[in-house]
């Protein structure tokens, strides 16, 4: 069983950043490929980056290449997601997942979910 937390969201201005944390309970945390996904309001969530359980590759969705790098700390149990250059358009929430082994794009191969934390970036 893994517990998902996150925390560092907020209100932003445009062009603005943030950095998102998400602390893992569990021993196992480092057998985890981790992912971070967003849903902006009436929208689907989408995914946004993961990483591998060792922290040596890491994948993005088209939208997050250049602007959100995904990190990870196996001796602290987190995983961060810095955001920079934000826009309106990056408004939602954003939820941390842990799956077994294998990182994914696809959100239905997470086993765990945190509660997610708002994003809004004004104008």
């Known amino acids: 069983q893994v517990q998902l937390v996150e925390s560092g969201g907020g209100l932003v201005q445009t062009g603005g950043s943030l950095r998102l944390s998400c602390a893992a309970s569990?021993?196992?945390?480092?057998?985890?490929?981790m992912g971070w996904f967003r849903q902006a309001s009436g929208k689907e969530r989408v995914f946004i980056a993961s990483i591998t359980w060792s922290g040596g590759n890491t994948y993005y969705a088209d939208s997050a290449k250049g602007q959100f790098t995904i990190s990870r700390d196996n001796a602290k149990n987190t995983v961060a997601l810095q955001m920079n250059s934000l826009k309106p358009e990056d408004t939602a929430v954003y939820y941390c997942?842990?799956?077994?082994?294998?990182?994914?794009?696809?959100?239905?191969?997470?086993?765990?979910w945190g509660q997610g934390t708002q994003v809004t970036v004004s104008s």
């Open positions: 569990g021993r196992t945390f480092n057998s985890y490929a």
């Open positions: 997942a842990a799956r077994w082994a294998v990182s994914s794009y696809y959100e239905n191969d997470y086993d765990y």
